[in-house]
């Protein structure tokens, strides 16, 4: 049995959220494959999440969060839950996924309970905001004037009259270099259907 939608005010927002487990000897997975751009200057994964559990000793049923490769190999854990984690109210989780730029990668969530006392676990609002800077315009920058040397025009000297040539003034008032502009950072939503409102479109649901 693969992850269930709840569409009811379990959600954290709007009117839905992925549900995971709430049945005996679950094994339900969901996960999406995106890919992090190498020129990415932050990757961040946010996602809401609510335990709620019928077991009275712990912890016996767990939820995970990963990332895996695109072929389901593990790279890393990001975090890990159980039956005696916070309960009954929704909470963040933030990770840093800067240093998988230039990969792609499975945001993977799996929950698991034992064979009584099930537990849910529900998932909402999955973002992953990845942020690089944005090079300035071609032609956004404003040349820098280069100073002109005033050339002395020469003056005819009468018969045996010397005559000084006057000093150039040097040109003053001359406009100030433009600054460059600072690049502007472009972010982008990779996941889709992050907020679960369309069911799981978007996403891939398996038994573990």
């Not at 009117?15 to 961040?44: E, H, K, R």
């Not at 004037?145 to 003053?172: D, E, F, G, Y």
């Amino acid at each position: 049995m693969g992850p269930n939608v709840s569409l009811d005010k379990t959600a954290h927002n709007g009117a839905a959220s992925a549900w995971l487990g709430g049945y005996n000897n679950a094994s339900d997975a969901l996960y999406q494959t995106v890919s992090i751009p190498a020129n990415a200057a932050s990757a961040t994964l946010t996602y809401a999440w609510l335990m709620r559990s019928q077991e009275t000793d712990h912890p016996w049923d767990y939820f995970y969060a990963r990332l895996r490769t695109s072929s389901g190999v593990v790279i890393t854990g990001l975090q890990t839950l159980n039956d005696g984690s916070l309960a009954n109210t929704w909470a963040w989780a933030t990770f840093d996924l800067t240093a998988y730029q230039g990969q792609t990668v499975q945001v993977y969530f799996l929950a698991t309970t034992d064979r009584s006392y099930h537990t849910s676990f529900y998932l909402d609002d999955v973002a992953l905001n990845v942020c690089s800077a944005q090079p300035p315009t071609p032609g956004s920058q404003t040349p820098t004037p280069k100073p002109q040397t005033p050339t002395a025009t020469p003056t005819a000297l009468p018969v045996l009259t010397p005559t000084v040539t006057p000093t150039p003034s040097p040109i003053t008032n001359l406009p100030s270099p433009a600054a460059t502009p600072t690049p502007t950072p472009v972010c982008t939503a990779l996941l889709s259907n992050g907020d679960l409102e369309a069911g799981v479109t978007g996403w891939t649901k398996s038994a573990g």
